[in-house]
């Protein structure tokens, strides 16, 4: 899902690139008001969990491959959208500009779709699903697994705009892939909250109360 | 020698145009079009292991030097 460099026209790339930074100086601010020493130390393992996450690439079918993207993960734990945008773009920032894992000229439209589009539609869809079905389980993996295919439908998208790929192709191509690798996503994600409500329900901001009970 | 930042190319025009290789042992290999970036891809085995594990301590280091930061400067005056 991380678009290389030369993949988006600069002119693209710098309107993607300017949404990306609205929305990064909105996380920081967020870091900002929100940070203590209790969500410091989990911000910080959530980003080098998720950096570790999408280094791993799953083989899905025809030779391609596809990643975990964690912005479900980091909202859901954190309570907020922006927490996914903030860890995200310094994820991206680092696998970017270290390992060439993304392009530079592309950050922009990378830290969207995966920060942006993940962040929020991963904590939006577990907050609906939380107060219709009421399972923290049922609503994370659902969550999880939204907000892996959502952004790589906007990466076909953001492709087709740039006249790299074709839309329909990249719509199922990157569909098909990242509903499956989304599975995988979803439990994931259920495990890691499972896990953090279990051994430190206090660092949890979900505010979804069934959770204190796991 | 000049390297872009993540450079990669298209090799075909769409993931249904991966190419599909049957070797001696009746097992089969693809050429993907689109495959996705691995941190380290080019460095052997060893060396995405150690990328991936110096990313990671990096990723870490990189956020809590931040947010640490933050914490600091928000910190309320006692």
């Known amino acids: ?214 | 020698m000049l390297v872009i930042q993540g450079q990669k190319e298209l090799t075909g025009g769409t993931p249904q145009n991966a190419e599909i290789k049957e070797d001696l042992n009746g097992k089969y290999s693809y050429s993907s079009p689109m495959p996705d970036y691995t941190v380290g891809e080019k460095t052997g085995s060893w060396g995405r292991v150690i990328s991936i594990i110096i990313g990671t301590i990096f990723a870490f280091i990189v956020v809590f030097g931040l947010a640490w930061g933050f914490r600091i400067t928000t910190r309320p005056a006692k």
């Open chain 1, 1 to 214: 899902m991380h678009i290389p460099d030369a993949f988006i026209p600069i002119w693209q790339g710098a309107i993607y690139w300017v949404i990306a930074l609205v929305f990064t100086a909105f996380a920081l601010k967020w870091a900002k008001t929100e940070m203590n020493e209790e969500k410091l130390p989990l911000i910080a393992v959530l980003a080098a969990g998720i950096f570790a996450l999408q280094s791993f690439n799953l083989p899905v079918s025809m030779g391609t491959s596809g990643h975990l993207v964690g912005g479900a993960l980091a909202a859901i734990i954190l309570g907020s959208p922006f927490a996914a945008v903030f860890i995200l773009t310094m994820v991206l920032i680092v696998q970017g500009v270290l390992f060439g894992d993304g392009g530079v000229t592309t950050m922009g439209a990378n830290i969207i779709n995966m920060g942006l589009i993940g962040g929020f539609v991963g904590f939006y869809s577990f907050r609906l699903l939380m107060r219709a079905a009421g399972n923290v389980a049922v609503a994370g993996f659902i969550a999880a697994w939204l907000a892996c295919l959502v952004p790589a439908l906007a990466c076909a998208v953001e492709l087709f705009l740039a006249g790299t790929f074709p839309l329909k192709e990249g719509l199922v191509a990157m569909g098909l892939y990242y509903a499956i690798i989304g599975v995988i996503e979803g439990i994931v994600t259920v495990a890691a909250i499972y896990l953090i409500a279990s051994v430190r329900p206090d660092l949890l901001d979900t505010g979804i109360k069934p959770l204190k009970g796991v």
